[in-house]
T-cell receptor
């Protein structure tokens, strides 16, 4: 039990559509990161939010965007979905400047 | 550019024996390393970490060793138990634009046989 919950757990979209994935972090965790895990691979860093602002981004295009809210919840939005966006999307949170990330169970997105 | 590599996709160990999972990295700027364990349909769960100023960290049955000159770390589990069967990811921490980013290896599937 990490205290990080994600919704939905599974969803199916078609190419070109938009998707919003949600995450609720532990109280006090002011830093949230999103990772994409493709099948058979390790998670890859998408971006990080700290105090409601993006403060770091991995190698993902601008159609991947996010929001962080004061109540420790956050969203990952992906526009113009492509088939390769099919993956498990993981939300992770922590207290700033501490090492350990706490992961949610993930949202599995399938793009047809 | 795979900066963190786990070269063994799978490992099978008998219950009670030692499991050794290996990880290599290429970026000498990494200063903090973590191991995560993942069961199917669950997110990764933090297991143990080590700072680059140490060469060993122990927590119960789990010990992580870091060899900075070889850019290599390993996770030892002893004794191995059936509940340890999972996918294990090593991860290294780096800063990108001021944000802490974890770079993960591809994972090693550990199976503990009774």
């Amino acid at each position: 039990e990490t205290g990080v919950t994600q919704s939905p757990t599974h969803l199916i979209k078609t190419r070109g559509q938009q998707v919003t994935l949600r995450c609720s972090s532990q109280s006090g965790h002011n830093t949230v990161s999103w990772y994409q895990q493709a099948l058979g691979q390790g998670p890859q860093f998408i971006f990080q939010y700290y105090r409601e602002e993006e403060n770091g981004r991995g190698n993902f295009p601008p159609r991947f965007s996010g929001l962080q809210f004061p109540n420790y919840s956050s969203e990952l939005n992906v526009n113009a979905l492509e088939l390769d966006d099919s993956a498990l999307y993981l939300c992770a949170s922590r207290v700033a400047n501490t090492g350990e990330l706490f992961f949610g169970e993930g949202s599995r997105l399938t793009v047809l | 550019d795979q900066q963190v590599k786990q070269n063994s996709p799978s490992l099978s160990v008998q219950e009670g024996r030692i499991s050794i999972l290996n990880c290599d990295y290429t970026n000498s700027m990494f200063d903090y390393f973590l191991w995560y364990k993942k069961y199917p349909a669950e997110g990764p769960t933090f297991l143990i970490s080590i700072s680059s100023i140490k060469d060993k960290n122990e927590d119960g049955r789990f010990t992580v060793f870091l060899n900075k000159s070889a850019k290599h770390l390993s996770l030892h589990i002893v004794p191995s138990q059936p509940g340890d069967s999972a996918v294990y990811f090593c991860a290294a921490s780096s800063l990108i634009q001021g944000a802490q980013k974890l770079v993960f290896g591809q994972g090693t599937r550990l199976t503990i046989n009774p």
